[in-house]
């Protein structure tokens, strides 16, 4: 490409790019056009983008990095996403979940306030007037996220927005249950583990949708997306564990067994909330077959 013409593309900083929805988030994000700086911690990340490294949690680390690149956009997917690790480190959870938001959004106030931010949020978030819908610590860290990233577009008119996915999947290293069960099924197919898969409750229900059709919509958002406003993104489908597994079935030659032991832990709920990404001309277009047949061939491809 000419160099002037890529000094035309718009520059896009996208944190947590060593993740799951990171690593599709650059790869599409370049195909469009962007100028794509990708924001690591651990700097044994190297995928062949542009890559500066940071600590998020570090104030004048990101006061540097903000300054360094002036972007355009930010896509912040940075974070601690485990809703077990939140139950054992809620301070952790908070400082990488909030402090790190509150860091980018106050350095960019002060560097370029004009850059457009999506803060990338998540359906676990409780309503703060009803504490009874707090599930975990994880939830308490991004409803935090979100009310200061509100906050400061209120506060200081920064062109923030909210993307509240759902539960993501396809292919890729993640901590999502999908990926669990692909893994474990690749497992039984090198006989490395025993034929079982151990599940809690098998008709929780959760909306799942493709990571690759979440990153679409998050283009769109960056582009046509409101100041202020929050965009559900989601499959308008829910789909209870049985389900998964049985969908998982018929892409595996494993006959394998099912441990079932119902857990008192609160289960999320599915919302059926309008898909308000709907609005701006994104519509999912990956079924869930394909999501999960591309989750297992990942993981064979992997070695489990």
Not at 239 to 267: A, G, M, V
């Amino acid at each position: 490409m000419d160099a002037n013409l890529m000094d035309l593309r718009p520059k896009l900083l996208i944190t947590g790019a060593s993740g799951f929805t990171g690593q599709h988030a650059c790869r599409h994000f370049l195909k469009a056009g962007f100028e794509v700086i990708a924001v690591a911690r651990n700097t044994t990340f190297n995928n062949h983008f542009q890559t500066e490294y940071c600590d998020l949690t570090n104030k004048e680390d990101v006061k540097t990095l903000v300054k360094k690149v002036k972007p355009q956009y930010l896509l912040h997917l940075a974070g601690q996403n485990h809703v077990g690790q939140s139950w054992d480190d809620p301070i952790s959870s908070i400082e990488t979940n909030v402090m790190s938001t509150l860091y980018l959004i106050e350095a960019l106030r002060n560097e370029n306030p004009h850059c457009k931010v999506i803060i990338v949020g998540s359906a676990l978030q409780f309503n703060p007037n009803q504490s009874s819908t707090l599930m975990h610590p994880y939830s308490l860290s991004k409803t935090l996220q979100v009310v200061i990233a509100q906050s400061w577009e209120v506060l200081y008119n920064m062109p923030i927005v909210i993307a509240k996915p759902t539960n993501l999947i396809g292919p890729g290293f993640s901590n999502g249950v999908c990926a669990i069960f692909a893994k474990r099924l690749v497992d039984m197919e090198m006989n490395r583990v025993e034929k079982i898969i151990q599940v809690n409750n098998l008709d929780a229900e959760r909306d799942f949708l493709d990571v690759r059709d979440a990153v679409k919509a998050y283009e769109l958002i960056l582009i046509k997306g409101i100041s202020g406003e929050t965009y559900d993104i989601s499959s308008g489908k829910s789909y209870s564990l049985r389900e998964i597994i049985n969908r998982l079935r018929f892409l595996t030659t494993i006959d394998f067994k099912i441990n079932y032991q119902l857990s008192d832990s609160k289960e999320e709920k599915v919302k059926n909330t309008p898909i308000k990404a709907l609005n701006l001309g994104w519509k999912p277009t990956i079924p869930l077959e394909i999501s999960l047949e591309d989750t297992l061939n990942f993981y064979r491809k992997n070695n489990g």
